[in-house]
């Protein structure tokens, strides 16, 4: 059974050998034009090698699967070949078509096509012997033409190597594109996995334990049995815009769009639901997809700790390509905080949010260094080399 990758490759080369052996055929026919007396009979052989090429490739445009039934292919092509030959009398525009048509049996049938290039040999052998008795050519001349019928078994050899390589190509772009899409699906399926982990998958763990709780506390202490009750209330609620903004990003994260495109409707989106005006300076940048996405979740971040607690009036995004990769810069006006040495240490102080940051900053790379004082606002700045995707720019 012929593999898919061969049939695609052999009906592409099909297509090729057949406008190839037209063109070449029709270029030696109307050179013959200027050699011999009768014009009319070249014009015949021209007029038949064009309409049968115009039938043959529009069949095959037409139905692609023809080329997977060779014998039947090659069996129309040699009655072609048979007019060609009766209507010029063994010319050279017949050895031109003949040669096209042990091409076209190589790519059908590969290096099956073996016999079938003896029989072509063989007719072309027979020609040559009548046009020799009838033309008595000077003996330099007769050994090129002698020559003429093993021109159709290299052809041959040739397409079904062509079509071998060929075939081969495209079953080796096919199992590239197959692994890249099992790994961009496992990358997915591991970001998502680890997106649930740090957000929604703690916070259900806290309300599982304060419900676990909550019936022994019904019967022996209702007051904070009321405290749990309120605490899984929240848990829900906390869990449920978790999963909402997790949502939210997964639709922001489009590989087909470009990242700045990306950054400026996040942007836009928070200031409309916040009402804090956002200036964008961006530049065109496409960093590789988990570069993007983990990027876009510290803009996103660093806003929400905005909103939570900056007290901001103003605020300014910067994206900006540097000479070892991409430099992302979220700058408010609010009321700023002692930064530690140690960003890990922010979080005995309730900023989980920094932390988390920095982590996705590290999980591509990069790094993130945070700017801020007591009411002199705060500017996080994140630096990700991109290796061979790192442009020069400033630095």
Not at 83 to 88: D, I, K
Not at 120 to 134: E, K, M
Not at 301 to 322: D, G, K, P
Request: proline share 5%; glycine share 8%.
């Amino acid at each position: 059974m012929v593999s898919p990758d061969r049939a695609v490759a052999a009906a592409a080369l099909t297509r090729a050998v057949l406008i190839g052996r037209a063109v070449a055929t029709m270029i030696a026919g109307a050179a013959g034009l200027l050699l011999v007396a009768d014009r009319w009979r070249i014009a015949e052989v021209l007029a038949v090698v064009a309409a049968g090429t115009v039938v043959q490739v529009g069949l095959l445009a037409r139905w692609p699967r023809l080329a997977a039934r060779p014998l039947l292919a090659l069996a129309a092509d040699s009655i072609l070949v048979l007019a060609v030959l009766a209507l010029g009398r063994g010319d050279v525009a017949y050895f031109c078509f003949a040669a096209g048509a042990g091409a076209l049996a190589g790519v059908l049938l590969g290096l099956w096509a073996v016999p079938v290039w003896i029989v072509q040999a063989a007719v072309s052998f027979a020609v040559i012997g009548d046009v020799l008795h009838r033309l008595d050519p000077p003996a330099e001349l007769a050994a090129f033409v002698v020559a003429l019928p093993v021109a159709g078994a290299l052809a041959g050899l040739g397409a079904s190597i062509l079509t071998s390589a060929l075939a081969r190509y495209l079953e080796l772009s096919r199992t590239l594109v197959a692994s890249a899409q099992r790994s961009a699906a496992a990358d997915e399926r591991a970001r998502l996995a680890r997106e649930l982990h740090d957000s929604v998958s703690k916070t259900l763990r806290g309300v599982s334990l304060a419900a676990l709780a909550l019936p022994t506390s019904l019967r022996r202490q209702p007051a904070l049995a009321e405290q749990l009750a309120g605490t899984v209330a929240e848990g829900a609620t906390a869990a449920a815009r978790q999963a909402r903004e997790l949502l939210e990003a997964m639709r922001l994260d489009v590989p087909d769009r470009d990242f700045a495109t990306t950054v400026r409707e996040l942007c836009d989106a928070w200031s409309a639901a916040t009402g804090i005006p956002v200036r964008t300076v961006l530049e065109p940048i496409d960093p590789p997809i988990p570069v993007g996405y983990e990027l876009s979740r510290i803009v996103r971040e660093a806003l929400a700790n905005i909103a939570n607690h900056a007290y901001a009036q103003r605020v300014v995004v910067r994206l900006a390509q540097t000479r070892r990769g991409v430099r992302v810069e979220i700058s408010d006006d609010g009321t700023g905080f002692a930064v530690p040495r140690d960003l890990s240490r922010l979080q005995t102080g309730g900023h989980f949010g920094i932390v988390g940051m920095a982590e996705r900053a590290g999980n591509v790379g990069g790094d993130l260094h945070v700017d801020s004082a007591p009411g002199a606002g705060t500017t996080i700045t994140v630096r990700v080399p991109l290796g061979v995707h790192a442009v020069d720019g400033a630095s």
